[in-house]
């Protein structure tokens, strides 16, 4: 079991709020990506979650129990660092040891668990290897298998994979969301990429500036983001945003569409009824094979990024209309809140 | 950096200052072991060719073996103090304080201060049997003051020389404690460490390297205190605090014997070898990974 509820959790370093009331109710097994902007209070949350940190108001319950007051290793959670933070004058074997040694757990259980943990990983012949003597992707592995042998209630991880090259950052990334199916142990990941987010999470929580921006399914949120900052944030390339006669037009304030719901059509186009065109000048062509993103200057709304699937034959200077999916338009009032 | 060629210049251009260190070491090395052999005496103009009867009268000395025994003595108490404290008062030192920085200013002081100037200190204001602040902590308690120097001897330049020491020790570790990753602090803290169990597990094995450093330059700099020992004892009472070192200055300066002193110079290089082989056994393999 590991269900994780905050209530109203707020942290302030001196004077400074960095936490604004979060309330949070993670469910057992999940797998919870916080995401946000650097600076927005991910890492610290994490952190109190973990007690690293001392809340400064509200409460932290794990399967229903206060332990807001309770010290990092009774809380029954276990943490991947950024840096790993493995211990490196211990072998692996050691590192991965420690904290069941610290439990006073009898030895023919903790080389058990060991063992086990390192078949999981595929560590097993790197046991009595030093930290120094592993590449990245081993510490990292090393480090996960620090978090499990503890059979922990819940796995709290802090960018764990941003250490990591791109190559091995996409591996590790299925590795991470294969171990957590395989244990079913609730998971709580700090990132701020959102790609990450996106494929690894069950649910995904939004921050920014120490507030929780939206909370959901990844789909959700990139199908019908709460506000302008997490439509801003969510997909990869980002939402076109903009103000001004043409949002106006569409009753909103700010109406944004993503690249993808951005169909670009050579010369003018003859435009149906109920429907928005878009006339321009390309200013940038990135051909990519299977994609092609194209970026558009409109008259009266700024630059707009296209995304067409496949090969899309068209030069810098050349006068495109973007046709956009009337149905995908996102539109957010004064307040930037989506509107329904 | 790996030509043929730049390895070549390289070997030319660093050979100038090699070859004026070599000279700078053999020349006094080789102008001692020829005195060695000789029989020369500061109050005698003439001089003969003794071979080894100087080093037969300088180990047959009494004084000699008993000097190699403080010399072990000081150095190891002096080590064994300022690895201890060292360790304890960096620990305390690396604690988020009020005027931490002052408080480290001050603690360092002692190492900047001479050696002579320490002893002077130590012996009229300290611990002076009369007026010293010691013996005053003494009466004020209602003991009778200590005669530091007379009742024990080795002990007072122990603290002497600790004193001075201590400082270094507290600032290389002080320095490794500051570079101790603060993740792996919080990871233990994780996994159910005390603090006990953080130091033992985390600290301890951190400062090792350091550690050997310490023990390493300090060895070097102990085995040939002697400034302390002429301004306080003058390797008195008898000879209970007479070093090797200050064996070898009272031969030559109080004795005029040359030939003995050099002798004894010879024998302190060769020990002081076999110390260093043996440290550099034990504390250099803490120095390569």
Known sequence: MGRITLEGVTKSFDDTKVIHGADLEIEDGKFVVFVGPSGCGKTTLLRLIAGLEDVSGGRILIDGKDVTRLAPAKRGLSMVFQSYALYPHMSVRRNIAFGLKMARMPKSEIERRVAHAAGILNLTDYLDRRPGQLSGGQRQRVAIGRAIVREPKGFLFDEPLSNLDAALRVQMRLEVTRLQKQLKTTAVYVTHDQVEAMTMADEIVVLQAGRIEQVGTPLELYERPANVFVAGFIGSPRMNLFEGPVAKRNGATTLGVRPEHLRVQPGDAVVADGCEAWGGTVIQAEHLGSDTFVYVDVPGIGTLDARCTGELRVQVGDTVTLLPDMHQLHRFDAQQLAMA | ?289
């Not at chain 2, 130091?199 to 450093?213: E, G, N, V």
């Open chain 2, 1 to 289: 950096m790996a030509t043929q060629q730049t390895q070549k210049l390289a070997r030319i251009l660093i050979a100038p200052s090699i070859i004026l260190l070599l000279l700078w070491m053999i020349v006094p090395l080789a102008m001692t072991a020829w005195f060695s052999a000789l029989n020369y005496n500061l109050l005698n103009s003439v001089t003969s060719f003794a071979g080894l009867g100087n080093y037969r009268y300088f180990l047959s000395n009494p004084a000699f073996l008993s000097s190699l025994l403080n010399t072990l003595v000081l150095v190891g108490s002096v080590l064994a103090i300022s690895a201890f404290f060292g360790v304890l008062i960096a620990l305390l030192l690396d604690q988020v304080i009020v005027g931490r920085r002052v408080v480290r200013l001050m603690l360092i002081a002692p190492f900047f201060v001479m050696p002579t100037v320490s002893a002077l200190i130590w012996k009229n204001l300290l611990m002076n049997p009369v007026s010293g602040l010691l013996a005053w902590l003494w009466r004020l308690f209602g003991l009778t003051p200590v005669d530091w120097f007379t009742q024990v001897p080795m002990l007072s330049i122990i603290l002497i020389v600790a004193w001075q020491w201590l400082p270094f020790a507290v600032l290389i570790l002080l320095t490794a404690l500051q570079s101790l990753d603060q993740e792996q602090q919080e990871a233990a803290l994780m996994d159910g460490a005390g603090a006990f169990d953080r130091f033992f597990h985390l600290t301890l094995p951190h400062l090792a390297r350091p550690l050997s450093i310490v023990i390493l330059i300090e060895t070097i700099f102990l085995l040939t205190v002697f400034a302390e020992i002429y301004v306080t004892t003058g390797g008195g009472p008898g000879v209970e605090t007479t070093n090797l070192a200050y064996l070898i200055y009272s031969q030559a300066l109080l004795q005029y014997d040359v030939g003995a002193a050099s002798a004894g110079g010879l024998i302190a290089v060769v020990l002081a070898n076999i110390a260093a082989i043996f440290l550099m056994r034990i504390v250099g393999k803490n120095l390569e990974t």
